[in-house]
């Protein structure tokens, strides 16, 4: 069995970090990553509260449990961190979370209607139609828990005025799906401007369970 690498973990999720805001996901201090330590029970790394990614290290990571008591690092975790432990609770298939701020899915979370099946990769990525998450304020465990009933075994939920969560067996599929649903969120808005039909796509008719 393989150690897990708790510093690289800490530069993939800087990596991804910087990613995000490369693709306008980000902006300012917004935003936040996650990842399960596979070989320790109880653990978790976490983006600190208040940072802007381009002045971060791997070493600004922190660990906290599942209760969100920092365990080791030189910040407060993510203001948010109680919304991620409530999926891991909730998700033991999920080993990382990505928290966004994009412009397109933002839109349909201020109208409040689900990002539906647009283009195929987002169907894929998120299993189904990207739902809507009504607005509550997101510092506390209770807006976690009703966002795991609204997101249910999906990968992506949107927060209503806020901003996206996407979920994923490892940080690269996570943030795959970040990307995803911006890409269709942006063509769905451009689509309706067109149509009040536009075509959608149904994830258990695909018949296809990988990306493509």
């Not at 080993?95 to 994009?102: D, K, Q, S, Y």
Request: hydrophobic content about 40%; proline content about 5%; some cysteine.
């Amino acid at each position: 069995m393989t150690t897990f690498d708790i510093a690289a973990a800490k530069r993939e999720i800087l990596d991804y970090c910087l990613r995000s805001m490369d693709y306008g996901l980000n902006f300012n201090t917004q935003g936040n990553i996650s990842m399960r330590i596979p070989d320790q029970d109880d653990r978790f790394l976490i983006t600190p509260t208040d940072l802007e990614y381009d002045k971060m290290t791997p070493d600004d990571i922190v660990i906290v449990d599942s209760d969100s008591n920092l365990i080791e690092g030189p910040h407060q975790p993510s203001s948010e961190v109680t919304v991620h432990m409530a999926v891991y609770r909730r998700r033991p298939d999920v080993n990382a979370i990505v928290h966004t701020e994009p412009v397109y899915a933002n839109v349909w979370g201020v109208i409040g209607e689900p990002i539906t099946g647009t283009l195929v990769n987002m169907v894929i990525y998120t299993k189904g139609d990207v739902p809507i998450m009504p607005f509550q304020l997101s510092n506390n465990t209770e807006f976690g828990d009703a966002m795991c009933d609204v997101m249910g075994d999906l990968n992506a939920v949107v927060w209503a005025n806020h901003g996206l969560l996407t979920v994923g067996d490892n940080l690269r599929d996570a943030f795959k799906t970040s990307v995803a649903v911006e890409s269709a969120a942006r063509v769905l808005l451009h689509a309706r401007s067109v149509t009040d039909q536009p075509i959608v796509l149904e994830f258990d008719k695909l018949g296809i369970t990988s990306a493509l």
